[in-house]
């Protein structure tokens, strides 16, 4: 599909389910091109409705003439909330090199027949755009490598939309970060966050976005702290008597002081194996996921390993048929994000489809269900994604069609953001705006902005 990606651009490719919409078809080359005058049978199958029939194929066929742009376009309403299969059929006089001397040669079938797809969406959707992310990531002021600047330019070298640097134990970085770049192009939304230790570093949970640090606001009024604490313990008379309460209200704690300061909650990695041992006991999170105590739940993180995340995602799952609804996360826990230190952005990560990338924007989606987690490690050629089948289909989707260019065009931003954090008046913030110009244009045209 990468192929067909760089050969011809669908626009929009997210459409309305069930509203008639008017669909281009542009080649982005002279190999690919439409003929004048010559007609091209397309043919649309959606992928949930294949068979109306044992032995007949649910698909539409329409004759097109390219328009005097050379574009193929048709309008139509596109059935459900699905993908949709565009095969096109090139003249068989068109399907061979223009060389006299190999017209004998025919090209690749997927250029003389290629196969493009769109994603037709429910109201609910609609305006939604896919922001990739990482919400738990080290710099060189906790037990990571890199300053902001090459933390912010890898990540979105990668195709990522928003991060958060989340330090142990305090905020103060992240809060230099985002003014690091806060007169720079918009090209990338950097948020606050730290990981909390409270009361001492046996306890790990990701706040993003608080009024202040929750850390320093421990140490500041302990003893205030601990007495919302035991209040806490007083309150769990219904608690399964195997789950420590001194443990499990601290967490509880946190939570709520972190939605207090108005920021947001993760519960992170309970299946990370510290001292050969469980980080947070099973039925401890269990518990705290079915109370809906956090925000979110790491679903996945890239410095516990497959086995962890395989296990996380095993209790995820068990929740879920129980009807316990959680909102989910992927993370890096990066330490760095270099290839040269072994490691690279890329690994486990969020989507989220919100309206905007705002913190505001981008955590109700994520409360609201619209968000996955992703997991894909080196040599592995096909990512997994978990979360709502419904998100998680439409995941997929962009994956595999939107990604594969768009992080081509972050590329550059990325090195543009490196230079702009080292100098932002050497003329790094005049390239972001141009290279910002160009992304927001295929991003804009893909989800049909004003269709």
């Not at 919400?135 to 090459?150: Q, V, Y």
């Amino acid at each position: 599909m990468r192929q067909i990606l760089s050969d011809y651009t669908v626009t929009p490719s997210v459409v309305p389910a069930g509203k008639e919409v008017t669909v281009t078809i542009a080649p982005r080359g002279k190999n690919t091109a439409f003929v004048a005058g010559e007609q091209y049978r397309l043919t649309i199958r959606p992928v949930e409705k294949l068979l109306e029939h044992f032995a007949r194929l649910n698909c539409e066929e329409l004759t097109l003439t390219p328009d005097a742009d050379g574009c193929l376009r048709f309008t139509r309403a596109f059935y459900g909330e699905q993908a949709h299969m565009l095969n096109i059929e090139v003249p068989k006089e068109y399907a061979h090199s223009p060389n006299p001397y190999f017209s004998a040669v025919a090209k690749c079938p997927a250029l003389r027949c290629p196969t493009l797809c769109l994603y037709s969406v429910k109201e609910d959707l609609l305006g939604r755009t896919v922001h990739k992310g990482d919400l738990h990531i080290h710099s060189m002021w906790s037990d990571g490598h890199e300053d902001c600047g090459g933390i912010a330019g890898n990540l979105r070298a990668a195709g990522y939309d928003f991060m958060a640097i989340t330090d142990h134990y305090l905020m103060d970085y992240s809060e230099e970060a985002v003014q690091t770049f806060r007169d720079a192009p918009d090209v990338m939304t950097l948020l606050t966050g730290e990981e909390i230790h409270v009361p001492a570093g046996r306890v790990h949970i990701v706040g993003i976005g608080p009024r202040e640090s929750v850390n320093e606001y421990f140490r500041r009024h302990k003893a205030e702290c601990e007495a919302e604490e035991a209040e806490i313990e007083k309150e769990l008379t219904d608690l399964p008597a195997e789950i420590d309460k001194n443990d499990y209200a601290w967490r509880v704690w946190i939570a709520r002081k972190v939605k207090s300061l108005g920021g947001f909650s993760i519960m992170a990695h309970p299946h990370w194996l510290w001292n050969n041992c469980f980080f947070v006991h099973d039925l401890c999170a269990a518990e705290l996921l079915r109370r809906g105590e956090f925000d979110a739940f790491e679903l996945l993180n890239g410095g516990i390993g497959p086995i962890a995340n395989n296990l996380q995602t095993a209790l995820y799952t068990n929740l879920r048929a129980e009807g316990v609804p959680i909102p989910v996360v992927g993370s890096s826990d990066s330490h760095s994000t270099e290839k040269e230190n072994g490691e690279a952005p890329g690994e486990c990560y969020t989507l989220v489809f919100s309206k905007g990338r705002d913190f505001a924007s981008l955590t109700q989606a994520i409360r609201e269900g619209y968000s996955v987690a992703v997991e894909q490690y080196p040599g592995e050629p096909v990512p997994r994604v978990y979360g709502d089948y419904r998100m998680v289909k439409l995941a997929l989707f962009f994956l595999h069609i939107y990604y594969p260019v768009y992080t081509e065009l972050c590329r550059e931003q990325g090195r543009q953001l490196r230079l702009y954090a080292a100098d932002p008046k050497g003329g790094a913030a005049e390239a972001l705006a141009k290279l910002k110009a160009e992304s927001d244009r295929f991003t804009a045209a893909f989800f049909g902005a004003g269709e």
